[in-house]
């Protein structure tokens, strides 16, 4: 009967103490909250490394699939700027966008970079190199499975792991306005 009434008891402390939970202006506050309790204490610089691999990888990839040639497009000459990489592009930057408006241009810069670099690739796979899709599985894949392990050691759930894929790009693009002080 003891031994319940002291469980009861560290109960109840738990409670109080989990009870304290901050209080969140915007949406992305609360995002950036959980990221830092789940993953703050783990090497920033392998997730940055890691995520811009795996987020490379896959802007790639799908920057790859083939997209139709649509007649108007073709008229005017635009069709070799329309793929679904765009609307890939497009879609990330919105979505941060309601997150975090500035932390988002920071994003669209590096895409703007990663972009730049993929249409390289294309350069280098049509003079007899290897293929965008070869490179860009090989560099998703070293990206997602080193930021998965060094993940793992920090916090072993799988829900945060897809919200660090998701939000960790505007997450660490936060960390860096905090050190030079900028306001996001």
């Avoid at 790639?60 to 700027?81: E, R, S």
């Avoid at 899709?133 to 090989?138: A, F, G, K, N, Q």
């Avoid at 505007?170 to 960390?175: D, E, F, G, Q, Y």
Wanted: with cysteine; glycine share 8%; hydrophobic share 55%.
């Amino acid at each position: 009967m003891l031994a319940i009434i002291i469980t009861f008891a560290l109960m109840k402390k738990k409670e109080v103490k989990s009870a304290k939970k901050p209080e969140f202006a915007r949406p992305v506050e609360r995002h950036f909250y959980e990221l830092d309790q789940a993953y703050g204490a783990g090497n920033l610089t392998a997730y940055a490394i890691f995520l811009a691999l795996a987020f490379f990888g896959i802007m790639g990839l799908i920057w790859m699939i083939p997209f139709p040639q649509l007649d108007f497009l073709v008229k005017m000459n635009a069709h070799t700027f329309l793929n679904w990489g765009s609307f890939f592009i497009a879609i990330v930057v919105y979505c941060y966008l309601k997150l975090a408006p500035t932390l988002s241009y920071a994003v669209l810069f590096c895409i703007g970079i990663m972009s730049y670099f993929i249409v390289q690739l294309e350069y280098v796979e049509r003079d007899g190199g290897p293929t965008v899709i070869l490179v860009c599985s090989i560099l998703a894949l070293i990206g997602l499975v080193g930021l998965y392990l060094s993940t793992k050691k920090v916090n072993p759930s799988n829900g945060m792991f897809g919200k660090l894929l998701t939000i960790g790009p505007v997450w660490l693009w936060s960390k860096v306005f905090d050190r030079l002080k900028w306001k996001y």
